[in-house]
């Protein structure tokens, strides 16, 4: 009875293996899932950027750009040339330094984030010794919470070397590197650091996460103090003066870096630009400045959008305030009309 040849059937075998195999896939497939589910941060695939990542690698960007400014403004010989004239007159310039922190910028972020567009004040030059990036510190310093947005969301906005007329002349108090993060077009992290403070300082804004420790907006509400270009001026000191009248304190200043953070911090009311200004020179300064509640809009009060494909100028005057905006606005909007 039991010495006889047990037959299988090879249909029936291969139906037991693919229900195995199914089985294996399932329990393993759940296992995953109630492993990533157990993770602090979400599990994406390599086409989504982590912006917490992101800021604190600009963080350290922006301040080996600055090593590079710092160091060579001590050199004997800048590498000074002309770009030519702007439009209101000034001088158009660029230095050695603008390129060397470019070098550090522009290719540690496409080296580290070889999917997002990166758009630069400044061209390729010969760069070698790309930084790598360590930016364990700078992590403990950031928002804990983070978010994850797709690469082809992203544009990033660098100013290697903002002020480059004030770094030739040695008024170094106005010169600053910056890199801007924004998302579908709108400024969301925004940094710059100031090189030539006595002890070099960054300060960063993510909208919706807050700003840097360092950033402490404390207004006066006067309604009266307003920085202006001293480069760029155009009929920027003519409209803000009908604007607001003889007691209003203007103050000309140079970097658009500078003043952004001059207004972030409360020291004055308002920045006020009239003539076209770059989107890398104003990108870190909007986010900075959203993120405490404030705004930066053109003169006619519209959303200046930082999206990679549309042009690298804009050409429709700029208020940035963290109060009051209409009022600005107003006062302003009067003048255009007479």
């Not at 995953?32 to 350290?60: A, G």
């Not at 301040?63 to 001088?91: C, F, H, L, P």
């Not at 390129?99 to 567009?117: A, D, F, Q, R, W």
């Not at 870096?257 to 300064?285: E, M, P, R």
């Amino acid at each position: 009875m039991f010495g006889g040849t047990v037959r299988l059937n090879p249909l029936g075998v291969f139906i037991i293996v693919a229900l195995s195999i199914l089985f294996f896939v399932s329990l393993n497939t759940n296992l995953l899932r109630s492993y990533d589910s157990s993770k602090k941060e979400p599990t994406v695939s390599q086409n989504n950027i982590s912006l917490r990542k992101l800021l604190s690698d600009c963080i350290l960007l922006a301040e080996g750009g600055g090593r590079k400014v710092a160091e060579i403004r001590k050199d004997t010989d800048i590498g000074e040339t002309s770009k030519g004239k702007t439009k209101e007159g000034a001088k158009n310039v660029v230095t050695k330094a603008d390129y060397n922190s470019h070098c550090v910028m522009y290719y540690g972020l496409k080296e580290e984030y070889p999917t997002i567009k990166v758009i630069s004040e400044e061209k390729n030059k010969d760069c070698t010794g790309i930084p790598s990036l360590d930016n364990s510190k700078i992590l403990e310093t950031v928002p804990s919470s983070d978010e994850y947005v797709p690469a082809t969301d992203i544009s990033v906005w660098i100013d290697p070397l903002d002020a480059t007329l004030e770094y030739t002349e040695n008024l170094l108090q106005y010169v600053t590197t910056m890199i801007c993060v924004a998302v579908k077009g709108k400024p969301i992290l925004g940094i710059i650091h100031k090189p030539f403070e006595q002890e070099p300082n960054t300060y960063w804004g993510w909208v919706g996460k807050g700003t840097s420790s360092n950033i402490k907006y404390v207004p006066d509400n006067n309604l009266n103090k307003i920085i202006i270009s001293r480069s760029h001026t155009g009929n920027t000191k003519n409209i803000t003066r009908l604007a607001f009248g003889n007691d209003a304190e203007i103050v000309e200043a140079g970097g658009a870096g500078y003043k952004s953070l001059q207004v972030a911090t409360g020291n004055f009311d308002a920045y006020v630009h009239t003539t076209a200004i770059n989107k890398w020179d104003i990108c870190a300064g909007n986010a900075v400045i959203k993120a405490l509640g404030g705004q930066m809009t053109t003169l006619s009060n519209e959303s200046i959008d930082y999206s990679w494909a549309t042009q690298a100028e804009n050409t429709a005057g700029l208020l940035a305030t963290v109060k009051n905006h209409n009022i600005f606005l107003e006062k302003l909007s009067h003048v255009k009309k007479q």
